[in-house]
């Protein structure tokens, strides 16, 4: 059974740093997309970042700058290390990995920027 595990989340003050890293479990096929998506409270789940397996990347506009995604194919693992912080974005934030016609989501790592 595929698991995603993610962890790296934490509180955080606005300016500041944090790196998340979600690893593949219980498979031995490597995924295609892999991505981190977010949800505020009180809102919808958006995407934050994508990457391909051919390394291509994805922002969201709000992310673009701040935010770097990227993987490491052979430890079947995607990092998002986001700098520079800002309130907005609290969130949780969920990993997801897709290998055609399936698609997997971790159980989501809080993060909170706040002073």
């Known amino acids: 059974q595929v698991q995603l595990v993610e962890s790296g989340g934490g509180l955080v003050q606005p300016g500041g740093s944090l790196r998340l890293s979600c690893v593949v479990a219980?498979?031995?096929?490597?995924?295609?997309?892999m991505g981190w998506y977010r949800q505020a409270p009180g809102k919808e789940r958006e995407l934050a970042a994508r990457i391909t397996g051919g390394g291509s990347t994805i922002y969201a506009d709000s992310v673009k700058g701040r935010f770097t995604i990227s993987r490491d194919s052979a430890k079947k693992t995607v990092y998002l290390q986001m700098n520079n912080l800002k309130t907005e974005d609290t969130a949780v934030y969920y990993c997801?990995?897709?290998?055609?016609?399936?698609?997997?989501w971790g159980q989501g790592t809080q993060v909170i920027v706040s002073s």
């Open positions: 997801k990995a897709t290998r055609v016609p399936y698609s997997y």
């Open positions: 219980g498979t031995f096929l490597s995924m295609d997309n």
